[in-house]
């Protein structure tokens, strides 16, 4: 039995130590520093081309877009910092970690949970922006077109804020200290009072109920609006207008590869690309929520654990995305980030949509 100062107080090395929680810590141990790696050198390069595509005339899509690479660049690198080193502690047996159930053992996870919760927010206004942008021919709300700096800063970074907060500052929900290994977790069980319980329900409904049910209508609205605009273009106009418009604002895909794709070709690919970023949503959401709802009707030692795995899993599913943003710009990406853009490799991105379609 050794001892260290921490959180001010004198604390007990307890080297005895939960076997679920030695084994997850050294499953984090081995991965988070991959993960840290790749996510941040993927935020960075994707981020990077993003500026240097939209850099003149950025839209609301494009700065939205930014802005989640940003967030997750900042979530990927956050947790490692938080977490790496409490799951280090672990393995060693230099356990607990925080003394006590303090402001700045809830801020471990809670802010971890923030920066999760502002990608949630920017992946549903992508979705919603999109859908203006192309199933409604670009009429976005006047404050969105000429305030989208600070509607990003509002809806993005402060509303999730004012979600997760409380229960981190300790007045309104509610952070469990788990005395095994001296970290403080979300404890989202049914156990707690009305008043707790009644954060637990708004929690869930604003983050991933409203978060998954608004990406998945909206996408499916803007296949289905596509469609019908698609069909109401005449024979005369049609292969030029769709060419610019979906093309441009859907497929990222070089106009003179456009022509050579039939009706069905186009309805096939577009279908593919929704269905790639809805699946990379729920790739990012679920994980950590189902963690979270496993733990609120059976809170034990492995639901803990749970939401560690969840945050892990969202990491891989935030690289995932960076991924999939490089293979859809794949022929054009190291190019822009090497030289940026010139009239021979111009980039067809968000912020090139023809906001008007003849129909």
């Known amino acids: 039995m050794s001892s260290i100062r921490n959180d001010s107080?004198?604390?007990?090395?307890?080297?005895?130590?939960?076997?679920?929680?030695?084994?997850?810590?050294?499953?984090?141990?081995?991965?988070?520093?991959?993960?840290?790696?790749?996510g941040t050198i993927g935020s960075t390069l994707v981020g990077t081309h993003v500026i240097r595509t939209t850099w003149k005339k950025p839209?609301?899509?494009?700065?939205?877009?930014?802005?989640?690479?940003?967030?997750?660049?900042?979530?990927?690198?956050?947790?490692?910092?938080?977490?790496?080193?409490?799951?280090?502690?672990?393995?060693?047996?230099?356990?607990?970690i925080h003394s006590s159930n303090t402001i700045w053992c809830r801020l471990r996870f809670g802010w971890?949970?923030?920066?999760?919760?502002?990608?949630?927010?920017?992946?549903?206004?992508?979705?919603?922006?999109?859908?203006?942008?192309?199933?409604?021919?670009?009429?976005?709300?006047?404050?969105?077109?000429?305030?989208?700096?600070?509607?990003?800063?509002?809806?993005?970074?402060?509303?999730?804020?004012?979600?997760?907060?409380?229960?981190?500052a300790g007045f309104w929900g509610c952070f469990n200290y788990w005395e095994v290994t001296g970290l403080c977790y979300p404890d989202f069980t049914y156990r707690k009072n009305i008043y707790q319980i009644t954060y637990i329900i708004i929690y869930f409904l604003l983050v991933p109920i409203l978060c998954l049910c608004t990406i998945?209508?909206?996408?499916?609205?803007?296949?289905?609006?596509?469609?019908?605009?698609?069909?109401?273009?005449?024979?005369?106009?049609?292969?030029?207008?769709?060419?610019?418009?979906?093309?441009?604002?859907?497929?990222?895909?070089?106009?003179?590869?456009?022509?050579?794709?039939?009706?069905?070709?186009?309805e096939k690919l577009l279908s593919k690309h929704l269905v790639h970023i809805f699946i990379t949503c729920l790739c990012t959401m679920i994980p950590m929520n189902i963690a979270l709802v496993i733990h609120f009707f059976c809170a034990s030692s492995a639901s803990r654990q749970l939401i560690i795995i969840g945050i892990i899993l969202a990491h891989i599913a935030d690289i995932t995305n960076q991924f999939c943003y490089y293979l859809r710009n794949r022929d054009h990406f190291f190019t822009v980030l090497a030289t940026g853009i010139t009239k021979s490799n111009k980039v067809t991105c968000e912020s090139d949509i023809k906001p008007s379609l003849e129909t």
């Not at 604390?11 to 790696?37: E, F």
């Not at 976005?140 to 804020?161: A, E, G, Q, Y």
Request: hydrophobic share 50%; glycine share 2%; with cysteine.
């Open 9 to 38: 107080q004198l604390v007990k090395w307890n080297h005895t130590v939960d076997p679920v929680a030695q084994g997850i810590a050294i499953s984090a141990i081995l991965i988070l520093p991959a993960l840290a790696i790749i």
């Open 112 to 168: 971890i949970i923030y920066i999760w919760v502002v990608s949630a927010y920017t992946m549903l206004s992508v979705s919603l922006t999109r859908y203006f942008v192309i199933a409604k021919s670009n009429q976005l709300p006047s404050v969105f077109k000429n305030h989208p700096n600070l509607c990003i800063l509002i809806f993005n970074w402060i509303l999730p804020l004012i979600v997760v907060f409380p229960p981190v």
């Open 216 to 266: 998945s209508i909206s996408y499916r609205l803007i296949l289905h609006e596509t469609r019908e605009k698609r069909r109401k273009i005449d024979e005369h106009t049609r292969e030029h207008a769709v060419r610019s418009y979906i093309v441009a604002n859907v497929f990222n895909t070089p106009d003179e590869e456009f022509i050579h794709f039939s009706r069905e070709k186009h």
């Open 59 to 96: 839209l609301i899509v494009d700065r939205l877009i930014l802005n989640l690479f940003v967030a997750n660049g900042i979530f990927i690198t956050s947790s490692f910092v938080s977490l790496f080193p409490a799951m280090l502690n672990i393995y060693l047996g230099r356990v607990p």
